[in-house]
């Protein structure tokens, strides 16, 4: 089964308001990523939080990471347009042993009306 | 400068035939990767190369085969072509594995 899912899959506000996305994971990690991926574009990093910490700051980036409950939070406040995309998180899975790869959830789909 | 270049970006071919997808990176990253996204946007990973050498295959058909002639390069080849193979492919580097990674643009393949 999928190893990180986003909730909600879709969301819809206005510019200035903050954006907050869940993702949910199964197995224990090293790290958690959050990606943005433009329409049409590759995926850009947005920020990485490591397993001992639990929340991490980057501009207008809020991310939290609660390992107990196996779920990060991505919070964007005053959105702007050019925010809207969709927004993956990832993890490694570290039951897979030296054989690193990130694993993506399915994503959620931003969008920030003018 | 582009930081991982794949070619080509679009790729419509017919069912049957053999293809090539292109990726470059700058960065002196030494682990390099494939994925797919389908059309549900949905990224699964393919192939994982760490200093030229394959260490992940994710039950990919034998159709695909990567080529990892260098640490700054991986191709990806296609053989016999099917219509689910109709995807977005991505290529990404990382150092070690273990840090963020950097995506290409993507190369958009319909097979028809």
């Known amino acids: 089964s999928q190893q990180g899912e986003e909730d909600p899959q879709a969301l819809s506000i206005q510019e200035g308001e903050n954006a907050t996305m869940n993702c949910s994971y199964k197995?224990?990690?090293?790290?958690l990523q959050w990606y943005r991926q433009n329409s049409g574009r590759g995926l850009v990093h947005l920020i990485l939080?490591?397993?001992?910490?639990r929340e991490k700051h980057s501009g207008r980036l809020r991310v939290t990471l609660d390992t107990s409950k196996k779920s990060s939070s991505l919070l964007i406040t005053a959105s702007r347009a050019a925010d809207t995309a969709s927004y993956f998180c990832?993890?490694?899975?570290?039951?897979?042993?030296?054989?690193?790869?990130?694993?993506f959830g399915k994503g959620t789909l931003l969008t920030v009306n003018p | 400068d582009t930081a991982v270049s794949q070619t080509p970006k679009y790729l419509v071919t017919q069912m049957g035939n053999d293809k090539s997808i292109k990726c470059e990176q700058n960065?002196?990253?030494?682990?390099m990767y494939w994925y797919k996204q389908d059309s549900k946007k949905f990224l699964k990973i393919m192939f994982s190369?760490?200093?030229?050498?394959?260490?992940i295959n994710e039950t990919v058909p034998n159709r695909f085969s990567p080529k990892s002639p260098d640490k700054a390069h991986l191709n990806l080849h296609i053989n016999s072509l099917e219509l689910g193979d109709s995807a977005v492919y991505f290529c990404?580097?990382?150092?070690?594995?273990?840090?963020?990674?950097?995506f290409g643009q993507g190369t958009r393949l319909t097979v028809v």
């Open positions: 190369y760490n200093n030229k050498e394959l260490i």
């Open positions: 990404a580097s990382s150092h070690l594995g273990q840090s963020e990674a950097f």
């Open positions: 197995t224990s990690i090293n790290n």
């Open positions: 939080i490591r397993s001992n910490e």
């Open positions: 960065l002196g990253h030494d682990t």
């Open positions: 990832a993890t490694d899975d570290l039951s897979g042993g030296s054989n690193y790869k990130l694993t």
